[in-house]
């Protein structure tokens, strides 16, 4: 794999869907496969419980979220995003842990970008699906 320098760090990252919430880690190009990989990170200091809607700061755990996106000519692209888990600090709230939402990028338990998801659909009823 090779690091995308060569082609160009400031395109790619104003290529990543949902640029202002995260920020572009690495990017590796891989010529034999035609994969490009993106790893970005969430800037969000806070998240919000999607049951009782109150922001919280207290992390719980990180993970790595992988998503398809759409391709740039005859490279797939996936992005390798570390998200993390929050504590409801909420007392009265039934949702103890949860994930910060990448709204905007995708949905919840989505393995597509929400830009890939639509294309595919407009694909799909243009061929009568």
């Known amino acids: 794999m090779k690091n995308l320098a060569k082609i160009g760090y400031k395109l790619v ?3 990543l869907p949902g640029k202002a919430l995260f920020q572009l880690e690495s990017c590796e190009l ?8 993106l790893i970005a990170a969430s800037t969000k200091t806070v998240a919000q419980c999607p049951l009782c809607q109150k922001f919280n700061h207290r992390i719980h755990s990180r ?8 391709p740039w000519a005859n490279y797939s692209v996936t992005l390798e995003l570390r998200v993390r888990k929050f504590f409801c600090i909420n007392a009265l709230c039934k ?7 990448l709204g905007g990028v995708s949905a919840p338990w989505a393995r ?3 830009r890939l998801t639509e294309k595919l659909t407009a ?5 009568g699906w």
């Open 13 to 15: 990252d104003q290529l």
């Open 30 to 37: 891989d010529e034999v496969t035609h994969q490009i990989t």
């Open 63 to 70: 993970y790595e979220r992988k998503l398809t996106d759409l």
């Open 95 to 101: 949702r103890r842990i949860f994930t910060e939402r």
């Open 112 to 114: 597509k970008t929400l």
């Open 123 to 127: 694909i799909g009823k243009r061929i």
